[in-house]
T-cell receptor
């Protein structure tokens, strides 16, 4: 049973360019989360989908970040006009819904903005 | 809102010594959240170390233990004798279930075990 798959694993982009990150959750998992991981801030919640519907995007920087889940096996995080402060590891995670369920993480996409 | 506070920054412990990483939580949306410890070993993804979903219970894995204490709202991670292979980043987390299940993480504790 494959885990959460994230691509690309590493991405270097120039300041002002666009970056798109992909996530394939574990099959059958109805909840998909995106987090941003940095040394200073730790794990920051970005957004959450349930059954493909956006539920909570309170952690998303509104101007340049967007996330979609066009089908149950695929979610994307898009960052427009990337800035150096966007450099981080972006983690996707999925889980079953319900009490006590565990969040399973992908290995992350390391974004470096130069 | 719901939040988690844990020992921040870097912790260095000599091999075979004991370890405690503090974690306290605030759960305003739910009385008894689920509590988790996640770990990221060098070169690996973030993975579950242990979880406890019932107040008063203890979880254990790989020699680590954590007890869900609702009186002190704490979930400290302990190990009696650490090994070099325990060097990793540890995250305390809680999940709530108020309409939907969201997860809240502490900022992480980087553990280095020196031989």
């Amino acid at each position: 049973n494959a885990g959460v798959i994230q691509t690309p694993r590493h991405k270097v982009t120039g300041k002002g360019q666009e970056a798109t990150l992909w996530c394939e959750p574990i099959s059958g998992h109805s909840a998909v989360f995106w987090y941003r991981q940095t040394i200073v801030q730790g794990l920051e919640f970005l957004t959450y989908f349930r059954n493909q519907a956006p539920i909570d995007d309170s952690g998303m920087p509104k101007e340049r970040f967007s996330a979609q889940m066009p089908n149950q096996s695929h979610s994307t995080l898009k960052i427009q006009s990337t800035q150096p402060q966007d450099s981080a590891v972006y983690l996707c995670a999925s889980s079953l819904e319900g009490w006590g369920n565990t969040l399973y993480f992908g290995e992350g996409s390391r974004l470096i903005v130069v | 809102g719901d939040s988690v506070t844990q020992t921040e920054g870097q912790v260095t412990v000599s091999e075979s010594k004991s370890l405690i990483i503090n974690c306290t939580y605030s759960a305003t949306s739910i009385a008894y959240p689920n509590l988790f410890w996640y770990v990221r070993y060098p070169g690996e993804g973030l993975q579950l170390l242990l979880k406890v979903i019932t107040a008063g219970q203890k979880g254990s894995s790989r020699g680590f233990e954590a007890t869900y204490n609702k009186e002190t709202t704490s979930f400290h991670l302990q190990k009696a004798s650490v090994q070099e292979s325990d060097s990793a980043v540890y995250y305390c987390a809680l999940s709530s279930n108020t309409g939907y299940q969201n997860f809240y993480f502490g900022k992480g504790t980087s553990l280095t075990v020196i031989p």
